[in-house]
Structures are given as C-alpha cells and as structure tokens.
C-alpha cells in the first residue's frame, strides 16, 4: 500500500505562487509514475500534471490550461512530488489531488481510471 499526503494549499492574490508537495510512503515511489488533478466546487475533477520516473531525467506532461506556469517535480530520495504553480489565477481555485501508480519507465498518465493510490487533498484558493 502507498499513502499520500498533500500540503502546501492555500490562499493566494492572483498573479502569485504556491509549491504543493506530496510526500509518499513507500519503498517504491521511485518506480511510480504520479499525477496531480483538481476539482472546482460543482466541477467534476480534472488533470493537472503527470511526471513519469526515470534514472536520469523524467517526463512531464500538463493540461493545456496550466502550461508555462505549473511545473511538476519529484525527489526521489524525498519520496515527494511537487507542483509549482506561478501566475496563479482565481480559475485555478480547486482541491487539488495527487495520485500514484507504479508504471513503465518514462510514462506519464492524465487520465484518473489509471491511477491507484489518491491523497486527501489540499485547497487552492486564488483571490482577485
């Protein structure tokens, strides 16, 4: 079994950042690929980012609406995913979720019905 946890959610002026972390359990996070969603009150919940694993480097992949301004990473040695969100706008105002699952080498996933292990989340409010 793998437990997450999600921190780092809060209240933000748009135009600001925020870094969420999702600190892992586990012996084999470093062979999991992870994702982040969100879901907006009344929204059903929707992809963030995925980052694949790797031995050398790692692949990302992001919705288009979050592109140049989220970037997702990982510590391997942390067992933690991050979620750096710049230029935050109130639109981004959402629970937000990370999810696991132990995969290929250098996949990334962006759909929920892939991943086996969920966190509880973490709110993001973005003020105007």
């Known amino acids: 079994q793998v437990q997450l946890v999600e921190s780092g959610g809060g209240l933000v002026q748009a135009g600001g950042s925020l870094r969420l972390s999702c600190a892992a359990s586990g012996r084999t996070f470093s062979s999991y690929t992870m994702g982040w969603f969100r879901q907006a009150p009344g929204k059903e919940r929707e992809f963030v980012a995925s980052?694949?694993?790797?031995?050398?480097?790692?692949?990302?992949y992001y919705v288009d609406s979050v592109k140049g301004r989220f970037t997702a990473s990982r510590d391997n040695a942390k067992n933690t995913v991050y979620l750096q969100m710049n230029s935050l706008k109130p639109e981004d105002t959402a629970g937000y979720y990370c999810?696991?699952?132990?995969?290929?080498?250098?996949?990334?996933?962006?759909?929920?019905?892939?991943?086996?292990?969920w966190g509880q989340g973490t709110q993001v409010t973005v003020s105007t």
């Open positions: 999810a696991g699952v132990q995969g290929r080498w250098g996949t990334v996933l962006g759909a929920e019905n892939q991943y086996h292990y």
């Open positions: 980052i694949s694993w790797g031995r050398s480097s790692t692949n990302t």
